[in-house]
């Protein structure tokens, strides 16, 4: 089955840990995005790649890392820089050109820290 | 800059009504605008994308319509079902090379049998 996974479902962090969450695509999708959704706001975009190898910043980027080493994968780490990270993160992937650039996403891995 | 809006912020319809909800954008220069079912605690389910060029798409029971011009688009779900019941989330994608998605808030829509 083509699709996106995130790992794991549910993660604990505690205070001044740095966690990183997992996402991986066998879509083939040349982009990938890393959002944070909260309650009551909009899903807001963290970071965003669209090759191997680059990524680009996106309106919260700031406490977060990221890399994109394989097409399939880009993980997302939450530092201990990131004040308020408790959040439900979501991971999506598109073709990059001569699509749509309809995203597709993952199930989501919902952050708590202690 | 553009913003989203999505109203009712939340709707509780009986099984079999036909709905409408409704997304508002404030620039008209759009490449598309695509549609999200969420169910709680799930990821995001793409649901019908219509492409700037397009006045509306249809999968199933569902039909969005686009209006760039008054920067509307509707979603509406014909003969609802409890199933249905989910947050309905629409996102603009900007034209140009700043090809992010705006989103709105979403529609919590509560189909009861």
């Known amino acids: 089955d083509g699709g996106i996974t995130q790992s794991p479902k549910y993660l604990f962090r505690k205070e001044g840990q740095n966690v990183t969450l997992s996402c991986e695509q066998n879509?083939?999708?040349?982009?990938m995005y890393w959002y944070r959704q909260d309650p009551g706001q909009g899903l807001r975009l963290i970071y965003y790649?669209?090759?191997?190898?680059?990524?680009q910043k996106g309106d919260i980027a700031e406490g977060y890392s990221v890399s994109r080493e394989k097409k399939e994968s880009f993980p997302l780490t939450v530092t201990s820089a990131q004040k308020n990270p408790t959040a439900f993160y979501l991971c999506?992937?598109?073709?990059?050109?001569?699509?749509?650039?309809?995203?597709?996403f993952g199930p989501g891995t919902r952050l708590t820290v202690l | 800059k553009q913003e989203v809006t999505q109203i009712p912020a939340a709707l509780s319809v009986p099984e079999g009504e036909n709905l409408v909800l409704n997304c508002s954008f404030t620039?008209?220069?759009?490449?598309?605008l695509q549609w999200f079912r969420q169910d709680p605690g799930k990821g995001l389910t793409s649901l019908l994308l219509?492409?700037?060029s397009q006045r509306e798409q249809t999968s199933g029971r569902l039909n969005a319509s686009l209006d760039k011009s008054s920067g509307r688009s509707t979603l509406y779900i014909a003969a609802s079902q409890p199933g249905d019941s989910a947050t309905y989330l629409c996102?603009?994608?900007?034209?140009?090379?700043?090809?992010?998605?705006?989103w709105g808030l979403g529609t919590s829509l509560a189909v009861n049998p």
């Open positions: 999506a992937s598109s073709r990059r050109e001569g699509s749509y650039n309809e995203q597709f």
């Open positions: 879509l083939n999708h040349d982009a």
């Open positions: 790649s669209q090759i191997v190898n680059d990524f």
């Open positions: 620039d008209s220069a759009i490449y598309n």
């Open positions: 219509i492409q700037s």
């Open positions: 996102a603009v994608n900007g034209a140009g090379n700043n090809r992010k998605l705006i």
